[in-house]
């Protein structure tokens, strides 16, 4: 299925993912109407929608890589990173803390440090840090929101894990 296709078929439900409320039954319902289409949406999709020109590709994308197996797109989920876009940083972020989970090396740890973190008045910094906290790799948990756009990690990371669970 191409990007085109696959954004017609979403509609709106994308909006859904910018404050995700995994308790809200209408949430889950849009998450689930995201989840329909994954099976017709192969890896290379996956990789292009998690560095889309847009946000609302990424976040589509996230959504696909963490019910795929989040550990394969690890690297567009760095490339992302690299070309940041607002609202997908944090999401970006919650999505790598679960294929870290599952694989670490020395190589992702290098590509993460090399990272530019001031884009998004720090937001790609700020979301970096609270992955490295929720793993374990830092001690240094900097709270709060994401300081460009308010995002609360713990609420993709959240999402992430229901759809894992799904």
């Known amino acids: 299925m191409n990007i085109t296709h696959l954004m017609t078929e979403i509609g709106n439900s994308y909006l859904w993912l910018n404050i995700p409320d995994i308790e809200d039954s209408e949430c889950r319902q849009k998450v689930e109407d995201i989840l329909r289409v994954e099976p017709l949406v192969g890896s290379q999709t996956?990789?292009?929608?998690?560095?889309?020109?847009?946000?609302?590709g990424r976040m589509i994308g996230h959504v696909f890589a963490v019910q795929k197996g989040p550990q394969?797109?690890?690297?567009?989920?760095l490339d992302s990173l690299a070309d940041?876009?607002?609202?997908?940083?944090?999401?970006?972020?919650?999505?790598l803390l679960?294929?870290?989970?599952?694989?670490q090396s020395q190589e992702w740890l290098s590509r993460i440090t090399a990272l530019d973190r001031s884009?998004?008045?720090g937001d790609v910094g700020w979301s970096l840090d609270k992955m490295m906290f929720h793993l374990g790799?830092?001690?240094n948990d900097p709270g709060g929101y994401g300081p460009n756009d308010g995002q609360d990690f713990a609420v993709h990371l959240a999402l992430f894990r229901w759809v894992t669970d799904s």
């Open 46 to 56: 996956v990789n292009e929608l998690l560095t889309f020109e847009d946000w609302r």
């Open 84 to 95: 940041p876009r607002g609202l997908a940083i944090v999401p970006t972020c919650a999505a």
């Open 72 to 77: 394969q797109f690890i690297s567009a989920m």
């Open 137 to 139: 790799w830092s001690s």
């Open 98 to 103: 679960l294929a870290f989970e599952e694989e």
């Open 119 to 121: 884009p998004f008045d």
